[in-house]
C-alpha cells in the first residue's frame, strides 16, 4: 500500500502561468493533471477516443449496468472488479436550450465511458443505474418550473439503501458520480451509512467538475472556457454539447446573469474555482431566488459554449476516475476490505457478510445486528 508523505511536497508545485493554476508535485492527481494540461489537441482527443467520447447514452443498452446485465455476467465481472460506479441526477431546469436531465446524463454518459475503458483493458468497472433522478435542491431553487425537488431526507435515505444495498450483493466499494447542487446530503448519506452498519467498505463521493476544478477556469489557451462555471451556462452547455449535442439546441439559447444583491466576492461559484473563503451551498439570503432573478434557468452565457471547451476538462475527469478505480484495486483487489481498524465490528463477526452472496454459510445484512448509538436501520 503506497502512502505518499504530505509534508515532503507541501511547498513544491507545478506552475502554469495562471497564479490561481497549480498542481501537486509528486502525487499521482498532481502528475496525472499535469499531464493533461499539457497535452496536445491531438493527445486530447486520443484520450476520448480511448473512452468512446462521445458515445449514445447506454442507459437502456444490454451489459452495460448492473440493472442491464444478466446476472452470471454481472457476478463474473464484479469477481475481478468489485468497483461500483453510481450516477447521480436530477430533474433540473437547464434552460430553454438545455434538457432538464443535462445533470444525469454528464454523470451516467462519464461513468459509461470509464465502463468502456476498463472493459477494453480487461477489467471493466461496474455501472449501478442512477440512484437519483430527481434531486435535492437549495432553497433559491424553489419555485422553478422543471426543476423536481426531493426532500433532503429523501434523497440522504435513498443514498444510504442504495449503498446498503450493493454492498450486499458484493459491491463493496463505491463511487458516487455527482454533478448536481446537492452534495451536503451525499456527504451526509456516506457518513451515516457508516456511523448506521458499521460495515468495512470505501465508498466516495466524486463531484467531477470539482475534482477538475482547474480545468474550468477561464485562460487565454485554444478552446479555453471565457467565463467561470456556474449553472446551465458556458461551461454546463459545453460538456453537454461534446456527450449529448442532440438534447441541446443552440439556436434558441439565452444568456441570463442575476443582478448582484450583497456579500459579492464571499461566495465562490460552482466548481470553486475563486478560492473565495465560502462555497455556494455555504448560506442563503445573499441572492435572489432563481425564478425571479434569473427565470431563464440560466446563470451565464451559455450562447458561448462549444464542445471543444469541454474536450480537455472531460478527458481529465475520465482519466482521474480511472486513476481512483487503479489505486483501489492495487490496495485492495477484488473480494478484499480493509477491515481492522476500520470498523468496530470484529473480523470474526464479518466473516459470513463478506462471503461471496448466496454462497454456502454467507449472510444478509438483513441478518446484521445493530451496533452502537447509530442503530436505526
Known sequence: MKHEDATLHREEWHETGYPTIVFEKGTS???????????????????????????????????CYIQTTVRAEAIAKRQKNDIVLVPIGSTENHGIHANNGLDLFMCSQMSEAVR?????????VSVAMPALIYGGHPYHHLGMAGTVILPEDTVRETIIYTLLGL?????????????????????????????????????????????????????????????????????ETSVGLLLFPDMIDMDIVV???????????????????????????????????????????????????????????????????????????????????????????????????????????WKSVHELPKWGIFDRG
Do not use: C
Open 167 to 235: 454492498w450486499d450483493d458484493g459491491y463493496r466499494k463505491i463511487i458516487l458520480v455527482n454533478n448536481h447542487g446537492h452534495r451536503w446530503m451525499l456527504e451526509s448519506a456516506i457518513q451515516e451509512f457508516f456511523k448506521r452498519y458499521q460495515l468495512p467498505a470505501i465508498v466516495s463521493l466524486v463531484e467531477w467538475h470539482r475534482a477538475v476544478r482547474e480545468f474550468f477556469v477561464p485562460t487565454d489557451r485554444p478552446n479555453s472556457l471565457q467565463t467561470h462555471f456556474i449553472h446551465a451556462d458556458e461551461a
Open 255 to 361: 444568456d441570463a446573469t442575476p443582478i448582484a444583491y450583497t456579500l459579492q466576492g464571499h461566495y465562490d461559484n460552482s466548481v470553486d474555482t475563486l478560492r473565495r473563503p465560502h462555497s455556494w451551498s455555504e448560506g442563503q439570503g445573499h441572492n435572489h431566488i432563481e425564478r425571479f432573478a434569473t427565470p431563464e434557468a440560466v446563470i451565464g452565457h451559455p450562447s458561448l459554449a462549444t464542445a471543444a471547451k469541454a474536450k480537455r476538462p472531460v478527458a481529465m475527469f475520465l482519466k482521474y476516475l480511472t486513476l481512483m478505480i487503479d489505486e483501489i484495486l492495487e490496495d485492495f483487489p477484488a473480494g478484499q476490505v480493509p477491515v481492522e481498524g476500520f470498523t468496530f465490528r470484529s473480523r470474526e463477526e464479518l466473516e459470513p457478510y463478506l462471503r461471496e452472496p448466496m454462497s454456502d454459510g
Open 116 to 124: 468502456r475503458y476498463t472493459r477494453d483493458r480487461g477489467y471493466e
Open 29 to 63: 492527481v498532481g502528475e496525472l493533471k499535469k499531464t493533461v494540461w499539457d497535452a496536445t489537441d491531438a493527445e486530447i482527443d486520443a484520450i476520448l477516443a480511448d473512452y468512446g467520447i462521445p458515445s449514445p447514452s447506454e442507459l437502456g443498452k444490454p451489459g
